[in-house]
């Protein structure tokens, strides 16, 4: 199969203008939000929607936020190279909207704050919001750079679209829509990408299937190269991929994106009432679902086409995260525009997430940043919102260049979110599970876990894993038509001299990050805040977990009242105006709405 293409292909006009349409469509939506109902009158219009969002919208847009370009393009070749073990990931995912919706999302949205990091002035003190608000600055703009870069490089070198071309006309598209129509242009651009994203990712498993001859040769010739790899129980947190670091690591890294990652929080905080924002949470798992089957599916289809004639081996392409394109013009090339599906897709993914992360940037600079300090009005900070939303689009255009000298697109991205992530997932934790835990504490913990997590990530760098702990699998070359090919092995560096910690801790699973952070954040902030006095805290009952936070403690509840004969209401659905800013003074109503006479 692989001896179709003697050369890259590039794009046919039809391709162009099936990309070209999306880009034009995305942009459309933010104009379209930009002047209706008014336009966007307040920053609360603009950063949160005017908390007027229903459940479907924002479940489509919370999967579409962190769906990148490296699923699309990234997942299907970690499946090619180490197997379909993913797959396990969908575990996690469960995981971790039981823990969000239970634990971190009643806090939130009880407190009606347009910044997670509100939470961590009120719980402990303004340093550690501002010290928060900087490392979620720093892990946004790095991811999206990479975000940016990693697809137009891939699709550059395979389809021949311009780097520079692809990765500045997505920033601007992106800066536009979110400039203009704020936090409802992006949710609605990511319902319109979400749904490219699987049109693309389906015409892939599509041709991929009637080419191999059903979906039982794709299965099999998976299973003879060792790609159904489910299920290895295997305890070592050295190993790459097991069932443990996927969905226990899995899990965490997950919560730190779903849970207090304020691209996401934003999104519930958007929706008209608490009911609908765990809906959200629940309709999203069914939307990620099925991008993860998909993506992993696609990587058996790649396998399985390329299974006697690996185009890297055989210098096809250059790089592992061209394979997707590569494929999509090897079997999709006969179909005007079918190709140009595709990297709308790997597209539609890139422009969600820049959308989601612009969109929260702002919002933070604006919470956490600006309003604390300076008196403006609301029409004031709806245009300092635009032009945050401008001057962010601007910095992760430029960011792009620094995510070129980062490894395979998925790893380099669950890094990035598991480095910073993990520590401020622990940060969170400790304030809302534990009344003891005070400034001190978080502050000591924070910088603990940090320090741990950046470690371990830079050493990885440094000294990447042997291949025992990452074990890839064969790739295979003697179909090609090419001379003196052989079996893939992995690059490793030769006469290097490795330390001691380099195999046994620097290989620690790139998965365990996130958890190593969290673990080490909530440990050290125990032991510092009970030496510090912490036992004798007295913390607002708003900002803790409560039992009547807990959906399942509603239910027991009302079925116990119902024993008795006294049944109340089961009301999970508050609206906002019941509870937006009451629990602190500092972010009442009057500060987080502007109300317009009906």
């Not at 129980?233 to 994106?257: E, Y």
Request: glycine letters at 10%; aromatic letters at 12%.
């Amino acid at each position: 199969m692989c001896t179709r293409m003697s050369s890259a292909a590039s794009f046919s006009v039809w391709d162009y203008v099936v990309f070209t349409l999306m880009l034009l469509i995305s942009a459309g939506i933010g104009v379209y939000y930009a002047f209706a109902g008014g336009g966007q009158s307040s920053s609360a219009d603009f950063l949160v929607g005017g908390r007027s969002m229903t459940a479907v919208p924002v479940a489509l847009s919370l999967t579409a936020s962190f769906m990148s370009a490296i699923t699309v393009l990234g997942t299907p070749v970690e499946v090619y190279q180490y197997g379909a073990i993913f797959i396990l990931i969908c575990f996690s995912y469960v995981l971790m909207v039981a823990v969000s919706s239970e634990i971190f999302l009643p806090i939130f949205y009880r407190l009606g704050i347009t910044s997670t990091y509100e939470y961590l002035e009120m719980r402990y003190n303004k340093v550690i919001r501002l010290f928060g608000t900087v490392l979620f600055i720093i892990q946004t703009v790095l991811y999206t750079g990479l975000v940016i870069y990693a697809p137009a490089l891939a699709l550059n070198q395979v389809t021949g679209v311009d780097l520079w071309g692809a990765v500045i006309s997505t920033g601007v598209v992106c800066t536009l829509y979110c400039t203009l129509g704020g936090l409802k242009a992006v949710v609605w651009t990511d319902v319109f990408q979400v749904g490219i994203m699987l049109a693309g990712l389906l015409a892939v498993i599509i041709q991929s299937v009637l080419l191999q001859g059903g979906f039982n040769t794709i299965i099999s010739d998976s299973a003879q190269g060792g790609r159904l790899n489910l299920w290895d129980f295997d305890p070592n947190p050295l190993r790459r991929h097991t069932f443990w670091s996927i969905t226990v690591g899995g899990t965490f890294l997950w919560t730190s994106v779903y849970g207090i990652n304020q691209a996401q929080v934003q999104r519930y905080i958007s929706c008209k009432s608490l009911f609908h924002a765990k809906m959200a949470l629940y309709i999203n798992l069914v939307s990620l679902w099925a991008v993860a089957i998909c993506s992993v599916f696609s990587g058996l289809c790649l396998y399985s086409v390329y299974k006697s004639c690996d185009p890297w081996t055989a210098r096809k392409v250059s790089a592992l995260d061209q394979l997707m394109p590569y494929l999509v013009l090897d079997i999709l090339r006969e179909y005007p525009g079918v190709p140009g599906l595709f990297v709308a897709a790997a597209y539609s993914g890139t422009l969600s997430t820049v959308s989601s992360s612009v969109n929260a940037l702002a919002a933070v600079t604006i919470a956490d940043v600006i309003r604390p300090y300076l008196n403006l009005s609301e029409k004031q900070l709806s245009w300092a919102s635009k032009g945050l939303s401008l001057f962010y689009g601007a910095v992760c255009i430029g960011m792009a260049g620094v995510a070129s000298l980062m490894g395979g697109m998925l790893q380099a991205a669950i890094s990035i979110v598991g480095v910073v992530g993990g520590p401020l997932l622990g940060l969170f934790s400790l304030g809302i599970l534990f009344p003891c835990a005070n400034a001190k504490g978080g502050l000591a913990g924070l910088l603990s876990g940090l320090a741990l997590s950046l470690w371990v990530c830079i050493g990885a760098q440094i000294y990447p894993p042997q291949p025992e702990n990452s074990r890839p699998l064969p790739l295979e070359t003697h179909g090609c038509n090419i001379s003196g090919s052989s079996n893939w092995t992995a690059n490793t560096e030769e006469n290097l001299e490795r330390p001691f910690l380099a195999d046994n801790w620097y290989s620690l699973s790139y998965l365990y990050f996130g958890p190593l952070g969290t673990v080490t954040v909530i440990t050290v902030g125990l032991i510092v805040s009970i030496l510090s006095g912490g036992r004798q805290m007295k913390v607002q009952s708003g900002l803790m977990l409560s039992k009547d936070d807990l959906t399942f403690y509603k239910v027991y509840s009302v079925l116990k009242e119902k024993v008795s004969g006294s049944a109340g209401k089961f009301d999970l659905v508050q609206e906002p105006e019941k509870s937006f800013g009451k629990t602190n003074f500092a972010f009442c109503d009057v500060e987080l709405f502007t109300q317009t006479p009906a």
